[in-house]
């Protein structure tokens, strides 16, 4: 069952911060984080691990609490690069099959 | 690093008609390759994911006659969509991973048209 993510469309101006949540109704071994923009592929971000971590790149990091089964994403100071649409794949399995959720737009303004 | 290509890019073909895509790593082998299919403004759908060497398992509601995969090597994998139609028309991309921990690197895409 796909993930749901929240919210579905957030609207920033720049230096703002965001969290993008991912929701699943099955126990999750492992979660990634991607950003695509429209017209390309998706981008890898960064991927968690069971066990609860958390994970930074730069200014955006990402948390995974497998007890309440969902994974955050944190945007902090956003820049104009952020703009695009983010999705969590996640995996129940321990497999490197991957569910993407539901997406969210997300829209950096100057 | 980890780069995927895709060929090609884009194309339209006539009803009833096959198309074959190709996912190639670049500068890494992969152990598995994945296909998805995207519509306008919605996720990413899993179609099915690809062994080299094994068959591809396909996701439930795929049909395996219809979306045929081939893993010849570590570093290729193709989609041949047999007997296209207009509601096969959609944005295909593949990805592939290296191995543990399971990044998936991403193709381009490629956008099929059947007319």
């Known amino acids: 069952q796909q993930p749901v993510q929240s919210p579905q469309a957030v609207i920033l101006r720049e230096g703002e911060d965001a969290v993008i949540n991912c929701s699943s109704s099955?126990?999750?071994?492992?979660v990634h984080w991607y950003r695509q923009k429209h017209g390309e592929a998706p981008v890898f971000l960064m991927i968690?691990?069971?066990?609860?971590e958390q994970k930074g790149h730069e200014k955006i990091s990402a948390s995974f609490n497998e007890k309440k089964q969902q994974s955050s994403l944190y945007l902090t100071a956003s820049q104009l690069s952020y703009s695009g649409t983010y999705f969590c794949?996640?995996?129940?399995?321990?497999?490197?099959?991957?569910?993407f959720g539901t997406g969210t737009r997300l829209k950096v303004l100057a | 690093g980890a780069v995927v290509s895709q060929h090609p890019s884009w194309v339209i073909c006539k009803s009833g008609t096959s198309v074959k895509i190709e996912c190639r790593s670049l500068?890494?082998?992969?152990?598995?390759m994945f296909w998805y299919r995207q519509f306008p403004k919605q996720s990413l759908m899993l179609m099915a994911t690809?062994?080299?060497?094994?068959?591809?398992?396909?996701e439930q509601g795929v049909e395996k006659d219809k979306f045929l995969i081939n893993h010849a090597s570590l570093t290729l994998s193709t989609l041949t969509v047999t007997s296209a139609h207009p509601e096969d028309s959609s944005f295909y991309i593949c990805?592939?991973?290296?191995?543990?921990?399971?990044?998936?690197?991403f193709g381009p895409g490629t956008r099929l048209t059947v007319t």
């Open positions: 794949g996640a995996s129940t399995s321990g497999t490197y099959k991957y569910i």
């Open positions: 990805s592939a991973s290296p191995g543990p921990p399971g990044e998936q690197y």
């Open positions: 690809s062994n080299e060497g094994s068959k591809a398992t396909y």
């Open positions: 968690l691990l069971k066990g609860g």
């Open positions: 500068d890494f082998q992969a152990t598995t």
């Open positions: 099955k126990a999750l071994y492992s």
